[in-house]
């Protein structure tokens, strides 16, 4: 398939480019500090003021600041510019220089959408009404010289405006430009303000505009996308709405229990149960909340297009803010705030509660947890028994290992024994591995004692929803079966890399980047923990490619130059950013990486290990000597360096 039909069996048969560079006339803003103001209206005294009176009758020298905050007094200006130069000076000299250095740009952005056939309009700041139907937009981060935060507010609120009155339209597909170096961070922000997903979203250096292929590169990503991605938009969209129109429906049903209905609650149940009447209210308004979600068919009708998300092509990957631990976090856990409004109950823990060292208590040897800070327990006592005054005495507890996520380390699987993932000690994320052979009991005088808030030595760290809870539980049941629960995400840990050739001589040489181009990519773990799969970030892709493409390899070790002849081939590179190196965990040591096979169908199991020509080797931070000692068949040397949780 040709790229001009791919574009335009995407839809994409419009666009508009969007650019301060397209304005014909200077705003007030752009000229406010301009120095050249001075010497105008200096100049523009006695007779000569009569010349700027006959294009705008009522000037007044001695109103400079009204004039200068007045656009019509510019607009006046600008158009007879050529017959007033000599008073004007330098008034207009650097927004026309700006103008002059912008123009080659747009061409560039003009040529590339002419190369792929995409008719297309050209607007300035007021590109609202252009921009309704057009299927791609090709924008400017600040639309103003000025290439300050107000420039910026007006991009991200008039996109805003367009995809909000554009209705039920499909959502254009996005390329986001700017002449700032770091606009990796400043795009991810543009993004989240206009609220798009990456897969609708690109972003360019426009110094990067002239090299050959580079905007319609980003165009043809998008188009190969586009179906898949406006489904995800859509179900958002339409979950977003519904969610709120549900919760409409939820408070008109829940405003039918009145002040007399919480009397009788309490009355008749809730003080033999010893539970607060605001806590049971609540439990009672989720549920309803919920199942006012689940009648709305349109939801459900939004959620089946997304088994038709396409596996080929690969979507790109985009890290700069991707976490899936926050999502999946929110999937197995209560929130905080939630989890401590005070219930009532007579015990101060609950059923899928999980115990923990408090933070900056002393952990004694012969203490609760016995020395360890990796100790936590689970409560597995019905949460009936544990609200009731007449019900335990003694709750059952179940001992779990904090293992931190760390990809050197082993033991990353996640079971039917592990959850996999607990935010604690400042932020440090963990993954608990129980052990349903290591029981421990509780009685009620010992966990108020431990939990006290100012003597105690014990806290409760999270509180699991109750499914996850409850799955867990039926672990120490006998094989009758387990209570089925949410599968969790695969879990994604954020990288920035250098790469290294291993040479002749031996040692490595580093593959020096473009100014400003660093390399950042996901490691994603499926549940077994036993391969994981590093994939670059898209945002890198050209910048790479071109270096790749163009390595010298006269002192490439010779063992190594064979791998790097595959790598010398654009299907093998663009792997790299879509599938990405498969590697096996933990990484304790250089663990050599390699491509899936090309023609070879994923595995029908996540612990299978995936068939991939070797191509390189990944290793964690390591220093200049281990760096050394790196076989000299190694081939692509990936030196990869986790980032801190966000």
């Known amino acids: 398939m040709s790229d001009k039909k791919l574009v335009h069996d995407a839809g994409i048969r419009s666009a508009i480019i969007v650019d301060d560079g397209y304005d014909e006339i200077p705003l007030v803003a752009e000229l406010l500090d301009e120095e050249g103001w001075e010497s105008f209206f200096d100049d523009a005294q006695g007779e000569a003021a009569k010349r700027i009176e006959a294009i705008f009758p009522g000037y007044d020298p001695d109103e400079r600041e009204h004039l200068k905050s007045n656009q019509d007094f510019i607009n006046a200006l600008w158009q007879q510019r050529e017959t007033i130069k000599d008073l004007l000076g330098e008034l207009f000299d650097t927004y026309e220089q700006k103008i002059q250095e912008i123009r080659p740009f747009l061409e560039d952005v003009?040529?590339?959408?002419?190369?792929?056939?995409?008719?297309?309009?050209?607007?300035?700041?007021?590109?609202?009404?252009?921009?309704?139907?057009?299927?791609?937009?090709?924008?400017?981060?600040?639309?103003?010289?000025?290439?300050?935060?107000?420039?910026?507010?007006?991009?991200?609120?008039?996109?805003?405006?367009?995809?909000e009155v554009r209705g039920q339209r499909p959502l254009p597909s996005i390329v986001l430009m700017s002449q700032v170096s770091g606009i990796g961070r400043l795009a991810k922000e543009f993004r989240e303000d206009v609220k798009l997903h990456a897969s609708a979203f690109r972003h360019i250096r426009k110094s990067?505009?002239?090299?050959?292929?580079?905007?319609?590169?980003?165009?043809?990503?998008?188009?190969?996308?586009?179906?898949?991605?406006?489904?995800?938009?859509?179900?958002?969209?339409?979950?977003?709405?519904?969610?709120?129109?549900?919760?409409?429906?939820?408070?008109?049903?829940?405003?039918?229990?009145?002040?007399?209905?919480?009397?009788?609650?309490?009355?008749?149940?809730?003080?033999?149960?010893?539970?607060?009447?605001?806590?049971?209210?609540?439990?009672?308004?989720?549920?309803?909340?919920?199942?006012?979600?689940?009648?709305?068919?349109?939801?459900?009708?939004?959620?089946?297009?997304l088994d038709e998300v396409a596996d080929d092509p690969a979507p790109l990957m985009i890290s700069n803010d991707r976490d899936t631990y926050t999502v999946l976090e929110q999937t197995l856990f209560v929130n905080p705030k939630r989890r401590n409004h005070a219930t009532g109950a007579e015990w101060p823990i609950a059923f899928g509660d999980?115990?923990?060292?408090?933070?900056?208590?002393?952990?004694?040897?012969?203490?609760?947890?016995?020395?360890?800070?990796?100790?936590?327990?689970?409560?597995?006592?019905?949460?009936?028994?544990?609200?009731?005054?007449?019900?335990?005495?003694?709750?059952?507890?179940?001992?779990?290992?904090?293992?931190?996520?760390?990809?050197?380390?082993?033991?990353?699987?996640?079971?039917?024994?592990?959850?996999?993932?607990?935010?604690?000690?400042?932020?440090?994320?963990?993954?608990?591995?129980?052990?349903?052979?290591?029981?421990?009991?509780?009685?009620?005088?010992?966990?108020?004692?431990?939990?006290?808030?100012?003597?105690?030595?014990?806290?409760?760290?999270?509180?699991?929803?109750?499914?996850?809870?409850?799955?867990?539980?039926?672990?120490?049941?006998?094989n009758v079966g387990r209570v089925g629960e949410l599968a969790p995400l695969p879990r994604s840990l954020r990288f920035k890399a250098n790469l290294h050739l291993p040479l002749q001589q031996g040692g490595t040489q580093l593959i020096i980047m473009p100014d400003g181009v660093e390399i950042t990519g996901n490691v994603l773990i499926p549940r077994p923990g036993k391969y994981a799969a590093a994939i670059i970030d898209s945002n890198c892709e050209d910048d790479l490619t071109a270096v790749l493409l163009g390595l010298d390899l006269e002192n490439v070790a010779n063992k190594s130059k064979k791998r790097f002849e595959t790598l010398k081939e654009q299907t093998r590179i663009r792997q790299i950013f879509r599938?990405?190196?498969?590697?096996?965990?933990?990484?304790?040591?250089?663990?050599?990486?390699?491509?899936?096979?090309?023609?070879?169908?994923?595995?029908?199991?996540?612990?299978?290990?995936?068939?991939?020509?070797?191509?390189?080797?990944?290793?964690?931070?390591?220093?200049?000597?281990?760096?050394?000692?790196?076989?000299?068949?190694?081939?692509?040397?990936?030196?990869?360096?986790?980032?801190?949780?966000m």
């Open 208 to 305: 990067d505009l002239p090299k050959s292929g580079r905007l319609e590169g980003l165009i043809l990503t998008l188009a190969s996308h586009r179906s898949d991605s406006q489904a995800l938009a859509n179900f958002v969209d339409t979950w977003e709405a519904n969610a709120i129109t549900a919760a409409s429906a939820a408070a008109s049903t829940l405003r039918k229990i009145d002040i007399d209905d919480l009397q009788h609650i309490r009355n008749m149940l809730l003080r033999f149960e010893g539970i607060n009447t605001s806590s049971y209210i609540l439990d009672v308004f989720d549920r309803v909340l919920q199942y006012e979600i689940e009648a709305h068919s349109a939801v459900l009708d939004a959620a089946i297009l």
């Open 354 to 478: 999980i115990l923990g060292p408090k933070p900056g208590a002393l952990i004694k040897p012969r203490g609760f947890f016995s020395g360890r800070d990796d100790l936590v327990f689970f409560v597995a006592s019905p949460e009936c028994d544990l609200i009731r005054r007449d019900g335990l005495t003694t709750a059952l507890l179940v001992a779990g290992s904090l293992k931190e996520i760390d990809m050197t380390k082993p033991d990353l699987a996640v079971t039917t024994k592990t959850t996999p993932i607990l935010v604690f000690d400042g932020g440090k994320r963990f993954q608990v591995n129980w052990d349903f052979g290591d029981l421990r009991t509780i009685n009620l005088d010992k966990a108020k004692r431990l939990l006290h808030p100012d003597r105690g030595n014990m806290s409760v760290i999270a509180r699991l929803r109750e499914g996850s809870a409850l799955s867990l539980r039926q672990q120490l049941l006998s």
């Open 110 to 163: 003009e040529s590339a959408l002419n190369a792929l056939d995409i008719p297309f309009e050209t607007c300035g700041r007021n590109f609202v009404d252009a921009a309704i139907e057009a299927d791609l937009i090709v924008i400017d981060l600040f639309l103003g010289i000025q290439q300050g935060e107000q420039d910026r507010k007006l991009t991200v609120e008039r996109l805003k405006e367009v995809i």
């Open 579 to 645: 599938s990405g190196f498969q590697i096996e965990l933990p990484l304790d040591r250089p663990r050599t990486a390699g491509l899936l096979k090309l023609g070879e169908e994923q595995a029908e199991k996540d612990s299978a290990k995936p068939k991939i020509d070797q191509l390189a080797m990944i290793v964690g931070k390591t220093s200049k000597d281990e760096l050394t000692n790196i076989e000299k068949s190694a081939g692509l040397i990936l030196e990869i360096h986790l980032e801190p949780d």
